[in-house]
Structures are given as C-alpha cells and as structure tokens.
Nanobody, 125 residues
C-alpha cells in the first residue's frame, strides 16, 4: 500500500516559482512511475508531468515544458515538481499520483493507482 502526501502549494505572483513535494510511504514506491496532475473547479483533472521509477524518463504537457521540472529522490521516497515562471493559468489544485504498472516507465500515459490529497497553487497577476 502506498500513501501520498502533497505539500508546497501557496500564493505567489506571476513569474515566481514554487516547488511541490510528494512524500510517499511504502517500500514499493521506488518501483512506481510518479506524476502530477492539476484540476480547476468544475474542470477535469489534467495531466502535468510524469517521471519513471529510475528518474531517467520524464514527460510533460506542452503548456509547462521548459518551465516545470519533475524529479524524485528514491532515498527520501519523495517526488517533486519545480514550477518556474508561473502564470495565472497555472493556478489549480495540484495532485501527486503514483502508477503501479510494471516496470514503472508508463510516463506517456500515466494511470494512477494512488493519489495525494492535493495542494492549492494560486498565482496573482
């Protein structure tokens, strides 16, 4: 069983940066692909970024390429989303996700089995 706890959201101004964290419990976390999604009120949850179990493969939605960086620390059982050059369109609730599909490389079509509770990101213009 894997439990995910998101943190790091907050209120920032346009152009600022934030780093989200996703702390995972459970030994099998290190074998899972991880990702981040976001959701605005009344809208569907949207894929943002994913990273393979090894950290060697990453994939991003076009709207965040060049601005966001996904990473993971297997020793700390934590995944991160570094968000730079934030704009008001990035303001959403961000959710960490874990995909247990072997072999942990499913970054292009992440199918989460586990979700974090979400962390709010607000960007003022």
């Amino acid at each position: 069983q894997v439990q995910l706890v998101d943190s790091g959201g907050g209120l920032v101004q346009a152009g600022d940066s934030l780093r989200l964290s996703c702390a995972a419990s459970g030994r099998t976390f290190r074998n899972y692909a991880m990702g981040w999604f976001r959701q605005a009120p009344g809208k569907e949850r949207e894929f943002v970024a994913a990273i393979s179990w090894s950290g060697g493969l990453a994939y991003y939605v076009d709207s965040v390429k060049g601005r966001f960086i996904i990473s993971r620390d297997k020793f700390k059982n934590t995944a991160y989303l570094q968000m730079n050059s934030l704009n008001p369109e990035d303001a959403d609730v961000y959710y960490c996700a874990a995909d247990a599909t072997p072999p942990g490389t499913n970054v292009f079509k992440l199918a989460p089995n586990y979700w974090g509770q979400g962390t709010q990101v607000t960007v003022s213009s």
